[in-house]
């Protein structure tokens, strides 16, 4: 449950069930997670994006190990003290895992609570104290009923109440909704994606993406270069390094990407280059 948490971050389900598969096949507990290196869980973590959160489980798993004798603590306090566990994710470990009474208030939920208790069409564009009074007071008192609320909540968000052509024809709850009864009023804000295309983000994740498939440290020229006029073929690492070259980055954004990297531990600099952290 910690690890498909933190996967879905941002992250839709279609691309993060393959690897949370794969991830739970090749390490099913906290301490075989931890006996590997953090470069391993960030290799694994593949193209699901911000491979940060490959550190912060990696970095759980080992706190884990050493403070819950290999267990993943069951209750919110607990698992708000792990590396990288946040509010959120604390609350919906604890409530779903664990069956635990917990406000669990995630971007589905918040737009239910906007639409049918406040006639909002999108509720507000980060998450206020407001929201989390709201979303406590109607949280049931029985703990069962709590854990069943978080998850209806949070399906009917994903499955009908969604941000774009909400199904409302089929909402069990539309004779109660603010928003309906209000007319539909149009959203305060349009929500915008981040970009990407030409973005250091980008950049950062071709050379990611160079670095997880190299065995061997990546030397600084192969990144600002392209092999052929270095004279020679890098193994295994043609293909990815070819499309880092394909976006042709300025010296100064590479430089920030492989400086950003250091800075986050997603890579090491050593004499022979870069490469995933050990």
């Given amino acids: 449950m910690l690890v498909s948490e933190v996967m879905l971050q941002q992250t839709p389900v279609v691309r993060v069930l393959p690897v949370w598969e794969e991830w739970l096949r090749r390490w099913p507990g906290p301490a075989d997670l931890a006996r590997e290196p953090a470069g391993e869980a960030v290799r694994s973590w593949g193209r699901l994006g911000y491979p940060r959160r490959a550190l912060r489980l990696h970095a759980a798993a080992v706190a884990i190990g050493a403070s819950h004798g290999g267990n993943v603590p069951d209750t919110y306090p607990e698992l708000l003290e792990l590396p990288g566990v946040g509010s959120y994710t604390?609350?919906?470990?604890?409530?779903?895992?664990?069956?635990?009474?917990?406000?669990?208030?995630?971007?589905?939920?918040?737009?239910?609570?906007?639409?049918?208790?406040?006639?909002?069409?999108?509720?507000?564009?980060?998450?206020?104290?407001?929201?989390?009074r709201l979303a406590a007071k109607m949280l049931p008192s029985d703990?069962?009923?709590?854990?069943?609320?978080n998850?209806?909540?949070?399906?009917?968000?994903?499955?009908?109440?969604?941000?774009?052509?909400?199904?409302?024809?089929?909402?069990?709850?539309?004779?109660?909704c603010a928003w309906?009864?209000?007319?539909?009023?149009?959203?305060?804000?349009?929500?915008?994606?981040?970009?990407?295309?030409g973005t250091d983000r980008q950049v950062r994740g071709a050379v990611m993406a160079v670095l997880r498939v190299a065995e061997a440290p990546v030397a600084p020229e192969l990144f600002q270069r392209a092999p052929a006029d270095l004279g020679f073929e890098p193994l295994g690492i043609s293909i990815?390094?070819?499309?880092?070259?394909?976006?042709?980055p300025a010296p100064e954004q590479l430089e920030r990407a492989l400086a950003g990297l250091l800075s986050d531990g997603l890579a090491e600099l050593h004499p022979g280059g870069f490469r995933l952290p050990a």
């Fill in 143 to 149: 703990t069962g009923a709590s854990v069943r609320w």
């Fill in 151 to 176: 998850a209806s909540v949070m399906e009917l968000g994903a499955l009908v109440c969604t941000a774009r052509s909400p199904k409302c024809g089929k909402c069990p709850v539309r004779s109660s």
């Fill in 90 to 132: 604390a609350a919906a470990v604890a409530a779903f895992a664990f069956g635990r009474r917990e406000t669990v208030v995630d971007t589905n939920i918040r737009r239910v609570h906007a639409r049918l208790l406040s006639g909002s069409a999108l509720p507000a564009q980060a998450l206020t104290a407001a929201e989390m």
């Fill in 240 to 248: 990815p390094l070819a499309a880092l070259h394909r976006l042709d």
């Fill in 180 to 197: 309906l009864a209000a007319g539909e009023p149009p959203p305060t804000y349009t929500p915008r994606g981040q970009s990407w295309h």
